[in-house]
């Protein structure tokens, strides 16, 4: 924990707010859910959104993925890089979010920390690429940058063909995105030697 504590706070923080929900959910949802633009979107929903969830097992999933890759992201690239990754992660899976749902003329809210969890999966992949992950629906070992790109594969095609309703793919692959944007730039800061955000 003490390697980590950015995870374990995220962690925490998650768990304690979806307590909270249980209590007051319409509230928090009407107030905190990404809406789109036009049906109740506020600027703050970009992050607080993040920190709400649709159920209990929604919550379970997304605090396992975050529990099994942020502690090894967070250990390799510091408290300080973690926050700039999961923070842009957040931020670039709202802003697909709200582009899908404002174009399809959507008036459902979006929850839940995937954008960031699928943000730390990319960098997972790209910092620890020998490492061998299994896929649900492809149970077979396979290196990290396979798997993430089978898996964001599988969130487009999704969410071309509008399956699984209810799962904000895009905002998943927005994340995705976000997460290697940022190793990508901290690439080429080491490589122009410059030690970027600290």
Same mark, same amino acid.
């Given at each position: 924990?003490? !390697?980590?504590?950015?995870?374990?706070?995220? @962690?925490?923080?998650?768990?304690?707010i +979806? *307590? #909270?929900?249980?209590q007051?959910? &319409?509230?928090l949802?009407?107030?905190?859910?990404?809406?789109p633009?036009?049906?109740?979107?506020?600027p703050?929903?970009?992050?607080? !959104?993040?920190?709400l969830?649709?159920?209990? @097992?929604?919550?379970?999933?997304?605090? +396992? *993925? #975050?529990?099994?890759?942020?502690r &090894?992201?967070?250990?390799?690239?510091?408290?300080a890089?973690?926050?700039?990754?999961?923070?842009?992660?957040?931020?670039?899976?709202?802003?697909a979010?709200?582009?899908?749902?404002?174009?399809?003329?959507?008036a459902?809210?979006?929850?839940g920390?995937?954008?960031?969890?699928f943000g730390?999966?990319?960098?997972f992949?790209?910092?620890?690429?020998?490492?061998?992950?299994?896929?649900?629906?492809?149970p077979?070992?396979?290196?990290?940058?396979?798997?993430?790109?089978?898996?964001?594969?599988?969130?487009?095609?999704?969410?071309?063909?509008?399956?699984?309703?209810g799962?904000?793919?895009?905002?998943?692959?927005?994340?995705?995105?976000?997460?290697?944007?940022?190793?990508?730039?901290w690439r080429?800061q080491?490589?122009?030697g410059?030690?970027?955000?600290?």
């Open positions: 924990m003490r !390697s980590s504590p950015l995870t374990y706070a995220l @962690l925490i923080s998650n768990i304690l +979806f *307590g #909270l929900q249980t007051v959910a &319409d509230g949802m009407r107030t905190f859910a990404l809406w633009l036009g049906a109740g979107f506020e703050w929903q970009i992050v607080s !959104s993040a920190f969830h649709g159920s209990t @097992l929604h919550l379970a999933a997304n605090m +396992f *993925g #975050l529990w099994m890759f942020g &090894d992201v967070e250990q390799a690239v510091g408290s890089r973690f926050a700039w990754l999961y923070a842009a992660s957040v931020l670039t899976a709202s802003f979010q709200l582009v899908v749902t404002s174009a399809a003329g959507e459902v809210p979006t929850v920390a995937s954008g960031g969890l730390l999966l990319a960098a992949a790209m910092l620890f690429p020998k490492r061998k992950l299994i896929f649900l629906l492809f077979m070992p396979l290196p990290a940058p396979v798997f993430v790109s089978i898996y964001a594969a599988f969130e487009l095609y999704s969410g071309i063909q509008g399956t699984m309703s799962v904000a793919h895009f905002a998943h692959l927005g994340g995705l995105v976000g997460g290697i944007l940022v190793l990508l730039h080429r080491a490589r122009a410059s030690s970027g955000p600290r």
